[in-house]
């Protein structure tokens, strides 16, 4: 089991296709700070079912070259300047979903079934530029027309979250944000930052054990005080909305993303000073 | 005297009416704010609201959400749209070379919720096109509210119900609508509508919308 983030970090090659939660469900920024300083090329991210800071930081970096999500935006801070950027100038492919169908096509990998249905969606293009989405007549209704839309299951390489606590059986705790273990039970391997380590076994404690997700999902975690920061984990600490603006105004250009990228990733200047201790 | 806002809320709670449960997307303050003062008013009111960052009400975030609206459990959800046009379809993906953040949920809400309200404050050519440019959703509306005017929805076309200044609506609008000969003003909040506003509800919307309660109403 890796002990720090950039272990994990060195785990997740060029290329990964890396499913990650929405900025208010447990990025760990840590790890993808560490995929930033290490140079990642190429992943394609998967957001479940939408991105925020945690992608854009990829993306302005020039570590991804694809992204599938129902959205990528700073919510109340505005749009995620360098994802809008690359989209605009063609320097990303970007496969447009819509929320359920995310959560569906990971469900079905989670069963091990090719496919799952999904209502709705008809009459959206997001359909016309989809071709791996089917519309079809439902089966099981043996009169009458009843088109539905069948998702391909979505099975990431890799899931990468952050947790409250991780326990010495190797689970980890994510609380109310148990959409994360559907991720971990759809992914081939799942990596996760943990706040704090809790002796024994979570899944011993009634009370914590329906937060849990098991070890049996768990590929490797490391530990990271605040890994989260600048976003948040309910009733630990809150997301910096003030570093979160700060942010969204300093990504407007390339430039002002990396000077942030040299104060707060530790990325060295080009003109070779010493690199800030991160906040 | 009400602001824009208070006036706004008041008429959303009109448009939701009876309903028992009504979910809350992301940065929509006053939809929000709607529900609280239905609540406020004494109605029975389920409010799920997807970005409460403190007794969020899903343990299975938004997952949860799509699978309880997919079941007929949400009776209104709200969405707006970089684009709305004259056929009710929303476009929340790209328009003029801009690219907007995404689709989100809409193209599966707007058809599996009854009553889904269109709701943009901008009120312009800009946003109010004759054809959208991508279509991110289609569906049936319930209403369509700007912050100048309020249309229903006729079946095929929007019809200007009431306009909530005196002003040149059609001017502003880039489709065509249905009209009434005489278009009436939008109701203003009642006294007792604005009593709660300021009081109990500004109280319930500050924690989770802290720059709108501090703009609308003073809350620090």
Known sequence: MAARPEQLAALIPDGAFLALPPDYSMPSMAVVRELILQKRKNLRLLGVPVLGMCADLLIGAGCVAEVESSAVSLGEAGLAPRFTEAVEKGEIRMRDATCPAVHTALQASEKGVPFMPLRGVLGSDLIKNRPDWVVQQNPMQKTGSDPILLVPAITPDIALFHARWADEAGNVWVGRRRELATIAHAAKQTFVTYEELKPGDMLEDELLAPGVISATYITATARAERGAWPLGIAGVYDIDDAHLAQYARAARTREGFQRYLEQFVCIPAKSSSPASSPA | ?220
Request: aromatic share 8%.
């Open chain 2, 1 to 220: 005297m009400h602001t824009r806002e208070e006036l706004l809320a008041c008429v959303v709670a009109r448009l939701i009416g009876e309903a028992r449960h009504v979910a809350v997307g992301a940065a929509s303050p006053i939809p929000a704010t709607a529900c609280e003062l239905l609540k406020a008013r004494g109605q029975n009111l389920r409010v799920s609201m997807l970005h409460k960052r403190k007794g969020n009400p899903f343990t299975e975030g938004s997952r949860e959400l799509f699978d309880l609206a997919g079941q007929g459990r949400i009776d209104v959800f709200f969405l707006g749209g970089a684009q709305i046009d004259g056929e009710g379809s929303i476009n929340l993906v790209r328009a003029d070379g801009k690219r907007f953040p995404g689709s989100f949920g809409s193209a599966f809400m707007y058809s599996v919720v009854k009553n889904t309200i269109l709701f943009r404050e901008e009120h312009s050519k800009r946003v109010l096109v004759p054809k959208v440019e991508f279509v991110s959703a289609r569906g049936t509306p319930g209403a369509l509210l700007t912050g100048k005017a309020l249309f229903s929805w006729t079946g095929q076309r929007f019809r200007l119900e009431s306009t909530h200044q005196p002003g040149d609506i059609r001017a502003e609008t880039g489709f065509d609508y249905d009209a009434p000969p005489q278009v009436p003003v939008t109701a203003i909040p009642s006294e007792e509508d604005l009593l709660l506003l300021r009081g109990k509800v500004a109280q319930r919307i500050a924690p989770d919308y802290p720059d709108f309660a501090r703009r609308v109403w003073g809350i620090d």
